[in-house]
């Protein structure tokens, strides 16, 4: 280091845990890291909002199930009096999905599946995969960490079956990192007769994907569900990605399908948005809607263009309104996305599209079109 440049500050790290085997998994990860520092550990929710409000820490990574006071009740204690970027580390399972899908909902950044108690050989992929979202959620702007106070409303969805309807004009969304949160915002904007189907890939392990979609479902008057291999590509349906499978469009017998395929990982995750975006792109043309939401990475950027190159329609959330404004950045470099805005807009604006596209009316966005 040059002669009086100034030493670059670490990014300090509360580890909090019950056991002491995962604390030092972390603990050991964070500080091998030479932008990263553990400044304190806590054992349980209690200590976890003690220990914030003295060391004030730059980010947090918390463990959901702990004695005395679990890390769900922590978190709203945290983010009301010491608002902090909070990584949750979830079990792989079904309640610790279902708990993790709550978290985010209550301000926490992004999440970890939980490390297993054998020293696995993923270990470095597991390594990197904490790091760089410890990096990206201290770069979080800090009027998002605020305790979400926004109550969803479940839907009384009509009992009556509906008619399976082919699908013909498709909105194919992306989001990784600040997603969950913000697409449970957008849903509910959704009308019940959107006249389109919605593929959906928010980067998610396996395991969380089916209780997001669950989730997802209850504030919706739209059907959602987490996505099946083979299954035809129907109006007024939202399809999740599963967690460890990229998801594809196909046509088979005349008719839109989804695939589902272990392919390797692109942007080093899987699902990730490109594969079905491009295929979605194909497959529908220019009945496509292209979305980019929140996220690190540029995951979505190579379906836009393909998207923008079949005439579709494309848009990408602003950066005042992205948790992490990755992905919606490198979408909107590539100069192929025709509405920039905000979140409170990316349903009017997705609806107005769809009905655009269903007119059969030309675009004329805000950028000219690529063919």
Do not use: W
Request: proline share 6%.
């Amino acid at each position: 280091m040059a002669a009086g440049s100034p030493l670059r500050k670490k990014i300090r790290v509360m580890v909090v845990d019950d056991s002491a085997f995962m604390r030092k998994i972390i603990r050991d990860i964070v500080n091998s890291d030479s932008e990263l520092e553990v400044c304190c550990e806590a054992r349980d929710g209690i200590e976890a909002i003690n220990l914030a409000k003295i060391h004030k820490p730059d980010v947090i990574t918390l463990d959901i199930e702990m004695p005395r006071m679990n890390g769900l009740d922590a978190l709203r204690v945290i983010m009301k009096q010491n608002p902090t970027p909070v990584i949750m580390v979830s079990a792989l399972t079904r309640e610790g999905a279902e708990a993790t899908i709550k978290a985010l909902e209550y301000g926490a950044i992004d999440f970890i599946p939980k490390p297993s108690s054998s020293i696995s050989l993923n270990m470095r992929e597991m390594r990197e995969e904490i790091i760089s979202k410890i990096k990206e959620a201290a770069k979080v702007p800090r009027r998002f960490l605020e305790l979400r106070r926004t109550r969803l409303l479940r839907i009384q969805k009509s009992k009556r079956k509906r008619p399976g309807i082919t699908a013909k004009t498709v909105v194919a969304m992306a989001s990784s990192t600040g997603g969950p949160q913000s697409l449970l915002k957008v849903f509910p904007k959704f009308p019940e007769n959107l006249r389109a189907a919605v593929l959906l890939v928010q980067h998610m392990p396996p395991g969380f994907t089916k209780s997001f979609a669950k989730r997802l479902d209850s504030v919706s008057k739209i059907d959602v569900k987490e996505a099946e291999d083979g299954e035809e590509i129907l109006e007024n349906m939202a399809y999740v990605a599963p967690g460890d499978y990229h998801m594809e469009v196909r046509i088979q017998k005349g008719k839109p399908v989804i695939v589902l395929n272990k392919k390797p990982k692109i942007h080093g995750v899987r699902p990730a948005a490109d594969p079905m975006m491009t295929t979605a792109a194909d497959v529908f043309g220019r009945k496509t809607v292209g979305v980019v939401m929140t996220g690190m990475g540029r995951d979505g950027a190579e379906g836009i263009v393909r998207i923008k190159k079949k005439g579709g329609i494309t848009i990408a959330q602003d950066k005042e309104t992205s948790i992490i404004f990755g992905m919606p950045k490198a979408a909107i470099e590539t100069g192929m996305v025709d509405h920039v805005v905000p979140l409170d807009k990316i349903a009017d604006t997705v609806v107005m599209a769809v009905n655009k596209i269903n007119r059969g009316g030309t675009y004329g966005g805000s950028l000219p079109i690529s063919r």
